[in-house]
């Protein structure tokens, strides 16, 4: 049943390939930058829909930033 319906609906797929494709780039980048191994390795091998990419770029990205900038 879930299999027909994206079969008949394969433009949801492209939407949220669209989606989760730039939260994902940027926040793999963010985490690279941060010197985040453990979060590059989650954001890479989980997918939440950019749920968990949006959550990183937003919330826990800014603190390593925060810290360095004190440096």
Do not use: C
């Not at 049943?1 to 989606?19: K, T």
């Amino acid at each position: 049943m879930l299999n027909q319906f994206f079969l008949e609906n394969s433009w949801f797929i492209l939407l949220a390939v669209l989606w989760v494709l730039p939260w994902k780039g940027v926040a793999l980048w963010k985490a690279s930058k941060n010197d985040s191994k453990w979060w590059f390795t989650a954001l890479l091998v989980i997918n939440t829909l950019g749920l968990l990419e949006i959550l990183y770029i937003f919330f826990f990205s800014r603190k390593k930033d925060k810290n360095q900038s004190t440096q």
